[in-house]
């Protein structure tokens, strides 16, 4: 039985993951939908498809098949901050939420992670 791997950009992704593509029809679960309301991003700003640039943050995958990716990019009319989108391999967002453009997240627990090469 395969079990998923968590990978995050700063402990390594492997190159032989696909990556999401841009262009991507992106569709919003309710729970994203709120979220992204609760953080102050009106509706009509969730993108209708994902990015031409964007930074791949987080992987999670089933042995080679990612199930979902975890993406951030910034949004022209909010200077400063950046979307980030969970978003499953079928272009479904699960959840969305803002970053201050300069967080550099020095807090992440490595411990979730799988070590690539491990």
């Known amino acids: 039985m395969l079990l998923t791997r968590l990978y995050h950009r700063d402990i390594g ?3 032989s993951l696909p990556q999401p ?3 991507t029809r992106l569709g919003y679960t309710n729970h994203a939908i709120a979220a992204a309301a609760q953080d102050g991003l ?3 700003y969730l993108p209708a498809t994902l990015p031409t640039v964007f930074d791949l943050i987080e992987v999670e995958a089933l042995g080679d098949r990612p199930v979902k990716w975890v993406v951030r990019f910034p949004l ?10 969970a978003v499953s391999w ?3 967002v699960r959840t969305v939420w803002f970053n201050r453009s300069d967080d550099t ?3 992440l627990d ?3 992670y799988t070590q690539v090469g491990a």
Do not use: E, M, Q
């Open 76 to 85: 022209s009319d909010f200077n400063g901050w950046n979307i980030v989108l």
């Open 13 to 15: 992704i492997p190159s």
């Open 105 to 107: 997240h020095k807090t």
């Open 21 to 23: 593509a841009p262009g």
């Open 90 to 92: 079928d272009g479904v």
């Open 110 to 112: 490595h411990s979730r």
């Open 42 to 44: 009106p509706r009509g």
